[in-house]
Structures are given as structure tokens and as C-alpha cells.
């Protein structure tokens, strides 16, 4: 599957990258998506899209300006880069090849707290 990486405790206004290394070539042919759940919560939250080839981005307005997906597909990894976090980001953050969260990993904590 896929095993995010990254997370940490972070001060608002700060940035994390975090990582998304794919175990299978096979994850190149599919759209990645960037996942989020809030401790205590069961919804997943779609954050970010990257499509196969890294051509096509899209986001969820409330990380829109702040967050940057990408991926190279000759390392297998996906990133996403965050920005300026808020205490509203802090989640546990997965990687998928749908929203619904299919082969996702165990996901990484980012936590944005002062």
C-alpha cells in the first residue's frame, strides 16, 4: 500500500512537508489523494488531488493558496507541502487512491498548536 510520513507538531503559521512513499510501481498509474481525519471524528476530509502524470492539482478550498501536492514517479513518493498551518489543519493525514481512503497507510499526525 502507501506509508505517509512527515507529521510532527508544528506552531501555527508553520510549514511541513509530508511524504507519501508508494510500495508498487502500479501506484503511478492512479490518482493520489491527500486525506485528513480529525482525532475523534470518522469523516475522512479530501484535501488534495495529483493526477498520474503530476499535470493536474486540485484542492480543497480550505487548504487552497496554502498546500502543494506533487509527486516523482521515478521515486515513487508523493508530497504535500503545507503552509502557514492553522490549529483547523491538525488531523491525521493520509495518502489514497480514492477519498474514500482505499490503500491508504497509517497515516502521519500533523498537529499545529502553539
Known amino acids: 500500500p502507501l506509508a505517509e510520513s512527515g507529521g510532527d507538531l508544528v506552531q501555527p503559521g508553520g510549514s511541513l512537508l509530508l511524504s507519501c512513499q508508494a510500495s508498487e510501481w502500479r501506484f503511478n498509474y492512479y490518482h493520489i489523494f491527500w486525506i485528513r481525519q480529525v482525532p475523534g471524528k470518522g469523516r475522512l476530509e479530501w484535501v488534495a488531488?495529483?493526477?498520474?502524470?503530476?499535470?493536474?492539482?486540485d484542492y480543497a478550498d480550505s487548504v487552497k493558496g496554502r498546500f502543494t501536492i506533487s509527486r516523482d514517479n521515478a521515486k515513487k513518493v508523493i508530497f504535500l507541502q503545507m503552509n502557514n498551518l492553522k490549529a483547523e489543519d491538525t488531523a491525521r493525514y493520509y495518502c489514497a487512491t480514492s477519498t474514500g481512503g482505499q490503500s491508504r497507510g497509517q497515516g502521519t499526525q500533523v498537529t499545529v498548536s502553539s
Open positions: 488531488t495529483i493526477g498520474m502524470d503530476g499535470s493536474r492539482t
